[in-house]
């Protein structure tokens, strides 16, 4: 059974940098498209970003573009995202997923086979 574990959340100032990890439970990794999401509080769990199988595509929802960078070291089956000029908005539990079905993964929670338990993070204005 694959197991992601988030690492890295926390309380950080308004404007601060924040660096996330998960992990990946198995040797299966380099296969998977990797993703963030996040849940705040009363609201949906939406989609922030996705990297492909190699690393060499991203995507990311337009709210943190240029904030907010996604990246994978296939040797220690991790995924990151670090989070610069974070904004009270960015206040959320932060979810890592792993999917099988497309090179880079997609936007919906459907598209993602395995999810992790969430790291918090707020930021505090």
């Known amino acids: 059974q694959v197991q992601l574990v988030e690492s890295g959340g926390g309380l950080v100032q308004a404007g601060g940098p924040l660096r996330l990890s998960c992990v990946y439970s198995?040797?299966?990794?380099?296969?998977?498209?990797m993703g963030w999401f996040r849940q705040a509080p009363g609201k949906e769990r939406g989609f922030v970003a996705t990297i492909s199988w190699s690393g060499g595509s991203t995507r990311y929802e337009d709210s943190v573009k240029g904030r907010f960078t996604i990246s994978r070291d296939n040797a220690r089956n991790t995924v990151y995202l670090q989070m610069n000029s974070l904004k009270p908005e960015d206040t959320a539990v932060y979810y890592c997923?792993?999917?099988?079905?497309?090179?880079?993964?997609?936007?919906?929670?459907?598209?993602?086979?395995?999810w992790g338990q969430g790291t918090q993070v707020t930021v505090s204005s």
């Open positions: 198995d040797r299966t990794f380099s296969d998977y498209a």
């Open positions: 997923a792993a999917g099988g079905r497309t090179p880079l993964g997609g936007s919906s929670y459907g598209d993602y086979d395995y």
